[in-house]
């Protein structure tokens, strides 16, 4: 099996910074191709999947996002901000969720939030001739009468990976260096 990712980011030297309008489109385009997959993933999965509004047990805090998405997050907020008595949810659980569970920024979340619940596969190389393929999902998605996860294709899961590598390049490009991480808590705005 070879799951060499064709979108990881190059070695060579990083070019000056994209702009922040070229950030912002190559994001929003690569967050439709995103949840286009993610769409025919959740498809072939509709009956195992218990993912909806209210559902958050994915939805911790400790996640962080890189700045190419924050930017997007933080200009959505810009533009149809939160009300001003909102407060963010307890730790422990995403600051973004609201009262009821539900998400304040679906529209505009972030990559790892727009793939949760998904079946997934992931390969890590053991050595230079050798890999190993995981696969998970999360435990509410998870039944007995469901079929074990390693008895399904490949394609009908989501590969991590290739979307991460992409993402990183993104961030790449608008840093023109370093990527840079900041946590999703950090976003949530303060009066």
């Known amino acids: 099996m070879n799951d060499r990712d064709p979108a990881a980011p190059r070695s060579e030297a990083p070019g000056p910074p ?3 309008d070229t950030s912002a489109a190559a994001l929003l385009e690569l967050h439709a191709e995103i949840d286009r997959r993610a ?4 498809a072939v999965h509709a009956d195992r999947l218990n993912c909806g509004r209210g559902c958050a047990a994915c939805c911790v805090d400790d996640v962080t996002v890189f700045v190419v998405e924050a930017e997007r997050i933080r200009a959505a907020l810009a533009a149809a901000p939160l009300p001003a008595d909102a407060t963010p949810h307890p730790a422990g659980a995403c600051a973004f969720l609201d009262s009821e569970r539900a ?5 505009d979340r972030p990559y790892v939030c727009r793939t949760q619940g998904l079946p997934l596969r992931w ?3 053991e050595d230079e001739d050798s890999a190993v393929e995981f696969r998970d999902i999360c435990p509410e998605n998870d039944s007995p009468s469901d079929p074990p996860l390693e008895t399904l294709d490949a394609e009908v899961l989501w590969t991590l990976g290739p979307f991460e590598s992409a993402l990183a390049q993104l961030e790449q490009q608008r840093s023109g260096g370093q990527p840079e991480r ?3 808590r950090a976003l949530f705005p303060t009066a």
């Open 123 to 125: 390969v890590e190389q």
């Open 39 to 42: 769409a025919e993933v959740a």
């Open 103 to 107: 998400c304040r920024i679906y529209a």
């Open 182 to 184: 900041v946590p999703l």
């Open 18 to 20: 994209a702009s922040a």
